[in-house]
């Protein structure tokens, strides 16, 4: 009887040495773990999330100053339509409109403004953040309408308001300026979206009309 239990478990450990010399003698063997798939050349793959842009952040906006005459499409007012502004000339004069500089010169620039949508549309109103600026050769910056110039108006290019769709306006921006200030400069609009447009106005009377604009303004 003990011989038979001997062959019994000569018999069984014969087996467990053959099983473990087929698993490699881990009774709980580790999975094999899967290759990470390399995405061939050519194949596309996840692009990272590109960057957005701030609806503050001036873009493809003639952040470079342009040239007198150059046309920009502008947002209206209140986001309100699309306003296409042109520079049309530039006047320096001691006094206008029965009124003199109080800082020695004034600077009249007018404007050609066209309502390029299907809705009137209007210029932003200047407060410091938005509307006309006037950036001086020194550097200094002044709002349109400081010292005497907001009593100065200009027969013919007075237009305010909504400009209906498809109409055009004559107006003028004019500017208090010191004679440093006057000796060219870059004329600034910044619409609703704070998008700012640019031109470069030369310190020197130019433009197509600037006789009947020194006529108008007495």
Partial sequence: MRKILLATAATACLALTACNATTGGDADPKPTPTPTATPSAG??????????????????????AQA????ARTVGAKFVGIVEITPTNVVHARAGDGQTSRYGTFVVITTLDAS???????????????????IGSNGQTVSEGKGNAFKVSIAGYDSLGRIEPGARQNRAEIFDLTPEQAKGGTLVYTDSTKASYRWKIPAADAGPDVAAVKQRLG
Avoid: F, I, K
């Fill in 43 to 64: 194949q596309p793959t996840t692009p990272l999330p590109s960057a957005t842009v701030s609806p503050s952040t001036p873009t493809g906006n003639g952040s470079a």
């Fill in 68 to 71: 007198l005459g150059t046309s």
């Fill in 116 to 134: 390029l949508s299907a809705n009137a549309a209007d210029e932003e109103t200047t407060d410091g953040t938005v509307g006309w600026q006037w």
